[in-house]
């Protein structure tokens, strides 16, 4: 099996979309999943900001590397990213 099974097909961005969109819907269609209690919007907007400043984090982790954040053209990639946000992982 090649590598060519694990190559992206969607831009992250339009995942991630798809996936607010469909959480969107489920609340929509299944309102008794809904948890409410008091400060709901604040815990969604404190883990909404954290999630953007984890992408954020590793937009400047690239860009410090000055290689591609284009994760659909594999091919062009200068170096691999274990700096700023990445070094917890590799």
Do not use: C, H, N
């Not at 339009?14 to 604040?42: D, E, K, Q, W």
């Not at 900001?49 to 284009?70: C, E, H």
């Amino acid at each position: 099996m090649g590598g060519r099974v694990l190559e992206l097909k969607l831009p992250p961005l339009l995942v991630a979309l798809v996936v607010a969109g469909g959480m969107y819907a489920a609340t929509r269609i299944l309102p008794g999943l809904y948890i409410s209690f008091p400060g709901t919007r604040l815990v969604a907007a404190v883990l909404g900001l954290a999630g953007a400043a984890v992408s954020i984090a590793g937009v400047v982790a690239f860009r410090a590397q000055r290689t591609t954040l284009d994760p659909l053209r594999p091919t062009v990639t200068t170096r691999m990213v274990r700096s700023g946000i990445y070094r917890f992982w590799s």
